[in-house]
T-cell receptor, first 110, second 113 residues
Framework: GIQVEQSPPDLILQEGANSTLRCNFS?????LQWFHQNPWGQLINLFY???GTKQNGRLSATTVATERYSLLYISSSQTTDSGVYFC????????????FGKGTKLTVNP | DTEVTQTPKHLVMGMTNKKSLKCEQH?????MYWYKQKAKKPPELMFVYSYEKLSINESVPSRFSPECPNSSLLNLHLHALQPEDSALYLC????????????FGDGTRLSIL
C-alpha cells in the first residue's frame, strides 16, 4: 500500500516563528488533506490539496503531485497552533481508504 | 469540523456491557467512515459505508458491529470489548467516489474497565 512519511516528527518553536512541515508519499494520489489535531483530540481540516497551492490566514500548503510531496507552512506561530499535524492521502484508482502519516508534533512556547 | 456530530463525547464501559456510538451528518454526503485512534498514533480506518452499504471492513473484530440506518446516520455497536479497545473513535463523512475530502467529527473517547 501507499507509504506516507512526515517530517520532522517533533518541532518546538517560540511564538512568532515560522515553520515548514513536509509530507512525502509513495504513489499517485487523488486526495491529500492536512489536519491539525488539538490537545483535546479534535481533528480539524486545514487543507484539501491534492495539487497546487492554497492559503488560509497564517497557514498555506503546497502539493507537488509529480514529485510526491506536500508542504505545510505556518507563519507567525501562536501557542494555539500546538498539537499534531497529520497528512493523509488516498491513492488514485484505489479504495476509499485515507492513509495517515505518523504526524508532526508541534509545540509553540510563549 | 463540527458538521459531523458524534455522541457521546466520552464513554466508560465494562467488558460485559453493550453500548453504541452514534454519528450524524447533514451535508448530503454518501460515504461515512469509522476510525480508531490510539494515543500518540494516527487514526486507523475501521469501516467504510458507501451509499449505506458496507464497502470496507479492515479486518475489525466482530465485537465491533457497524450499522448505517440511513445516509445521515452511522452507528458503531460495541459488545464484550477488551481494555485494549480503549481509544478515540472518530467518525467521518465525504461525498464519496474518488478524491473527495473527508470531514471528521470530534470523536468519542472510550475507556474499557
Amino acid at each position: 500500500g501507499i507509504q506516507v512519511e512526515q517530517s520532522p516528527p517533533d518541532l518546538i518553536l517560540q511564538e512568532g516563528a515560522n515553520s515548514t512541515l513536509r509530507c512525502n508519499f509513495s504513489d499517485s494520489v487523488n486526495n491529500l488533506q492536512w489536519f491539525h489535531q488539538n490537545p483535546w483530540g479534535q481533528l480539524i481540516n486545514l487543507f484539501y490539496i491534492p495539487s497546487g497551492t492554497k492559503q488560509n490566514g497564517r497557514l498555506s500548503a503546497t502539493t507537488v503531485a509529480t514529485e510526491r510531496y506536500s508542504l505545510l507552512y505556518i507563519s507567525s506561530s501562536q501557542t494555539t497552533d500546538s498539537g499534531v499535524y497529520f497528512c493523509a492521502v488516498k491513492t488514485q484508482g484505489g479504495s476509499e481508504k485515507l492513509v495517515f502519516g505518523k504526524g508532526t508534533k508541534l509545540t509553540v512556547n510563549p | 469540523d463540527t458538521e459531523v456530530t458524534q455522541t457521546p463525547k466520552h464513554l466508560v464501559m465494562g467488558m460485559t456491557n453493550k453500548k453504541s456510538l452514534k454519528c450524524e451528518q447533514h451535508m448530503g454526503h454518501r460515504a461515512m467512515y469509522w476510525y480508531k485512534q490510539k494515543a500518540k498514533k494516527p487514526p486507523e480506518l475501521m469501516f467504510v459505508y458507501s451509499y449505506e452499504k458496507l464497502s470496507i471492513n479492515e479486518s475489525v473484530p466482530s465485537r465491533f458491529s457497524p450499522e448505517c440506518p440511513n445516509s445521515s446516520l452511522l452507528n458503531l455497536h460495541l459488545h464484550a470489548l477488551q481494555p485494549e479497545d480503549s481509544a478515540l473513535y472518530l467518525c467521518a463523512s465525504s461525498q464519496g467516489g474518488g478524491g473527495q475530502p473527508q470531514h471528521f467529527g470530534d470523536g468519542t473517547r472510550l475507556s474499557i474497565l
